[in-house]
T-cell receptor, first 120, second 111 residues
Framework: GAVVSQHPSWVICKSGTSVKIECRSL??????MFWYRQFPKQSLMLMAT?????????EQGVEKDKFLINHASLTLSTLTVTSAHPEDSSFYIC????????????????FGNGTRLTVT | DAKTTQPTSMDCAEGRAANLPCNHS???????VYWYRQIHSQGPQYIIH???NNETNEMASLIITEDRKSSTLILPHATLRDTAVYYC????????????FGPGTRLSVLP
């Protein structure tokens, strides 16, 4: 089945530094990828929609200058957390939509395994 | 997309069937019911989906009421590895918005 690879799976960084998270669709092309954030014991919250070759669309309350998204190819989207602070510590998850799923649901979403970010 | 309501948590004995309910009383005719689950510290995993008819796959069965206002996900023989948060999501099955995740049901399978 369709696989989405997210890297790294965990990262610890110092306050003020930037961290880049990669999301790759391994066996399908994804013109659209989604980035979510999940705090402990809470559900996934959509941060932004990443569109290949164009600017990302951010949800209300998400700072676009802090969470930089680049979707340069049909199989790769990156999320960069700039000038990270302890309150940015969270579980970040990406997903990609398979436009032509075989045996799967219509316009199915496939999720990466998440990146645990800890800012000290 | 229609809003869904699910119980906050449920327990199930290992080897027994786990029946997870979901209410979606405002569902519209072109909206599908999707189920995903999230095992601790992993990304969500697709389980099953349906529109009107009941569906079954290797993981689970999905029973949708005739009026489509509610559904039940059935794990026929729950194992400890089925302990997870289960999300019921209703959305239109075409190229559109992303999936909106509610709080889900935390299923604990007990030995």
């Amino acid at each position: 089945g369709a696989v989405v690879s997210q890297h790294p799976s965990w990262v610890i960084c110092k306050s003020g530094t930037s961290v880049k998270i990669e999301c790759r669709s391994l066996d399908f092309q994804a013109t659209t990828m989604f980035w979510y954030r999940q705090f402990p014991k809470q559900s996934l919250m959509l941060m932004a929609t990443s569109n290949e070759g164009s600017k990302a669309t951010y949800e209300q309350g998400v700072e676009k200058d802090k969470f930089l998204i680049n979707h340069a190819s049909l199989t790769l989207s990156t999320l960069t957390v700039t000038s990270a602070h302890p309150e940015d510590s969270s579980f970040y998850i990406c997903s990609a939509r398979d436009l032509r799923p075989i045996g799967g649901p219509p316009y199915s979403l496939h999720f990466g395994n998440g990146t645990r970010l800890t800012v000290t | 997309d229609a809003k869904t309501t699910q119980p906050t948590s449920m327990d199930c004995a290992e080897g027994r069937a786990a029946n997870l309910p979901c209410n979606h009383s405002t569902i519209s005719g072109n909206e599908y019911v999707y189920w995903y689950r999230q095992i601790h510290s992993q990304g969500p995993q697709y389980i099953i989906h349906g529109l009107k008819n009941n569906e079954t796959n290797e993981m689970a069965s999905l029973i949708i009421t005739e009026d489509r206002k509610s559904s039940t996900l059935i794990l026929p023989h729950a194992t400890l590895r089925d302990t997870a948060v289960y999300y019921c999501i209703v959305r239109v099955g075409h190229y559109g918005q992303n999936f909106v995740f509610g709080p889900g049901t935390r299923l604990s399978v007990l030995p």
